[in-house]
């Protein structure tokens, strides 16, 4: 089992930035891919960003590029997401998830560890 517990969420303006973190335990940190998903009411989960085992490659949906940089502390057993120039449509609950050995880094159904989530708010 791994747990994962998010923080840092909460309400900003749109232009303005807050970073995500997610604390892992419960099994070996750097033999999972981590990602961070969100989904805003009313609307699917949808993938936002992972990073590979050692932290040496990175994905990212077309809406978190070149705003949003995740990263990872396996010394630490911590994943973050930083999210800059946010927008309104950034507003959702946030979850960081592990997967072991994922066939499709974007894909929900390929993680197996899930936390319960952040709220990230953007206000117009």
């Known amino acids: 089992q791994v747990q994962l517990v998010e923080s840092g969420g909460g309400l900003v303006q749109a232009g303005g930035s807050l970073r995500l973190s997610c604390a892992a335990s419960g099994r070996t940190f750097s033999d999972y891919v981590m990602g961070w998903f969100r989904q805003a009411p009313g609307k699917e989960r949808e993938f936002v960003a992972t990073i590979t085992w050692s932290g040496g490659t990175t994905y990212y949906a077309d809406s978190a590029k070149g705003r949003f940089t995740i990263s990872r502390d396996n010394a630490k057993n911590t994943v973050s997401l930083q999210m800059n120039s946010l927008k309104p449509e950034d507003t959702g609950v946030y979850r960081c998830?592990?997967?072991?050995?994922?066939?499709?880094?974007?894909?929900?159904?390929?993680?197996?560890?899930w936390g319960q989530g952040t709220q990230v708010t953007v206000s117009s």
């Open positions: 998830a592990a997967a072991r050995t994922p066939h499709s880094f974007r894909a929900s159904a390929e993680y197996d560890y």
